[in-house]
């Protein structure tokens, strides 16, 4: 892993901070904190569940596909109270209409704890109940 030369905040590989070994605020010249783990920045990558789709993949007599595509969020290594949008992450389910199940085919990435699938699934069964199994459907 890449880390500032300065600050020993990690760096992203492929920048021009990566290319200089020195992150933006140090190339910049900008003061650094003297607690020296306030300095060290680290990436997480979360799901934004209020922008997140669910789409429907394919639709049999006996079960539905939907595809849940949520915007990946990562702190911003230029600021540190800022994130930054960095893409966007897709998991498929399969609805078993019969029994009202649902099951994973394919899993979302960094979605922690399931928050985003669970909402998925509520929205999804809702609207299994209510007979209206749609093209799109909206997470609110």
């Not at 939907?66 to 990562?74: Q, S």
């Not at 230029?78 to 930054?84: E, G, V």
């Not at 109940?129 to 093209?135: I, K, R, S, W, Y």
Request: glycine share 6%; hydrophobic share 40%.
């Amino acid at each position: 892993m890449l880390s500032c030369d300065v600050c020993k905040t990690e760096l992203l590989e492929g920048t021009e901070a990566a290319s200089q070994m020195r992150c933006i605020p140090c190339g910049e010249g900008r003061s650094i904190s003297r607690d020296a783990e306030q300095n060290i920045r680290r990436f997480k990558k979360v799901l934004d569940l209020k922008n997140t789709r669910l789409d429907r993949l394919m639709d049999t007599a006996t079960f539905a596909d939907y595809a849940i595509t949520a915007a990946v969020w990562d702190l911003d290594p230029r600021f540190r109270s800022r994130h930054l949008n960095v893409g966007t992450s897709t998991g498929v389910v399969r609805v078993i209409k019969e029994r009202g199940a649902i099951e994973v085919v394919y899993p979302l990435a960094y979605d922690e704890d399931d928050v985003v699938l669970k909402r998925a699934t509520q929205v999804i069964l809702a609207a299994l109940e209510g007979g209206a199994l749609t093209e799109q459907l909206a997470i609110s």
